[in-house]
């Protein structure tokens, strides 16, 4: 069946660091591929998507790349900043009116 | 326009008693989605709906639980004699199409069983 497997947290890093949180999926044909965010008791945002392969997502300077060779869409930010502490999904969905799936969420806190 | 509303946001039950957690959609969305999320798990899917009909109800338990989204009103999560395992954070999203993963989600509501 289809699944999103995501690096375990807690991360935690310094503020100006580098991010990287890992996804990766299994799934017959072409799903679009999603990041959502989650901020202390606050429900999911949509914070990018791919579409299709080699699609580079990208918002509030944060990318994924959808990668079908590896079937991976890891998250990424240069430099990030304490507003940035919260939790991260990966998800898919196959098609619409097929359910969404979600990864287990990757915590991440930064500290100044 | 006012986002998903969800209420209550936090709501205590006891063993046995019933819960009822409502969503009222975005204005012009007639697409909704219940999502469950266990402590240090990720959203499951549990039911979708369009006004007055259930599309997909494949991640709701079989007992105790029913959803519906009535032409006038919000939509209803209803979770009958609640037990300890139902504690959990529910989430409601709602869209204007079919497309479940841009849907625009709710703050939840926290369920304690006690």
């Known amino acids: 069946g289809n699944s999103v497997t995501q690096m375990e947290g807690p991360v935690t890093l310094s503020e100006e660091a580098f991010l990287t949180i890992n996804c990766t999926y299994t799934a017959t044909g072409y799903p679009s591929l999603f990041w959502y965010v989650q901020y202390p008791g606050e429900g999911l945002q949509l914070l990018l998507k791919a579409t299709k392969a080699d699609d580079k997502g990208s918002n509030k300077g944060f990318e994924a790349t959808y990668r079908k060779e590896t079937t991976s869409f890891h998250l990424e930010k240069g430099s990030v900043q304490v507003s940035d502490s919260a939790v991260y999904f990966c998800?898919?969905?196959?098609?619409?009116?097929?359910?969404?799936?979600f990864g287990p969420g990757t915590s991440l806190s930064v500290i100044p | 326009n006012a986002g998903v509303m969800q209420n209550p946001r936090h709501l205590v039950r006891r063993r046995g008693q019933e819960a009822r957690l409502r969503c009222s959609p975005m204005?012009?969305?007639?697409?909704v989605y219940w999502y469950r999320q266990l402590p240090e798990e990720g959203l499951k899917f549990m039911v979708y709906?369009?006004?007055?009909?259930?599309?997909?109800e494949s991640g709701m338990p079989k007992e105790r639980f029913s959803a519906e989204f009535p032409k006038e009103g919000p939509s209803i999560l209803r979770i009958q004699q609640v037990v300890r395992g139902d504690s959990a954070a529910y989430f409601c999203?709602?869209?204007?199409?079919?497309?479940?993963?841009?849907?625009?989600f709710g703050q939840g509501t926290r369920l304690t069983v006690v």
């Open positions: 709906l369009q006004k007055e009909n259930i599309i997909d």
């Open positions: 204005k012009g969305h007639s697409h």
């Open positions: 998800a898919l969905e196959k098609t619409s009116y097929d359910k969404v799936i």
């Open positions: 999203a709602s869209s204007p199409g079919d497309r479940g993963a841009e849907a625009f």
